[in-house]
Nanobody
Framework: QVQLVESGGGLVQPGGSLRLSCAASISILSIGSMAWYRQAPGKERELVGAITRGGSRDYSDSVKGRFTISRDNAKNTVYLQMNSLKPEDTAVYYC?????????WGQGTQVTVSS
């Protein structure tokens, strides 16, 4: 049973930064591509960005240039560095594989961007 546990969310002012972490219960090298997703109130879950086993990254247009995904294979952890945060980044953030595995969704971590 794979468990993915997200952490690091919180309340931040517009323009601020946060770093999210996703700890996996198994080797992320065995998983392959990892991704961050988010779901804002009243909206569908969307892909924020992803990183392959080899370290290649891609991002949604809405976060490109502001967010950075990284992975520490030794710690089985994936990170999401979020800079220049905007109110529209407010959402619950989740990590999962890419494509997402239905049984891997965790509780997510809430990010609220507000003054």
């Amino acid at each position: 049973q794979v468990q993915l546990v997200e952490s690091g969310g919180g309340l931040v002012q517009p323009g601020g930064s946060l770093r999210l972490s996703c700890a996996a219960s198994i080797s992320i090298l065995s998983i392959g591509s990892m991704a961050w997703y988010r779901q804002a109130p009243g909206k569908e879950r969307e892909l924020v960005g992803a990183i392959t086993r080899g370290g290649s990254r891609d991002y949604s247009d809405s976060v490109k240039g502001r967010f950075t995904i990284s992975r520490d294979n030794a710690k089985n952890t994936v990170y999401l560095q979020m800079n220049s945060l905007k109110p529209e980044d407010t959402a619950v953030y989740y990590c999962n594989t890419r494509p997402a595995a239905k049984g891997y969704w965790g509780q997510g971590t809430q990010v609220t961007v507000s003054s």
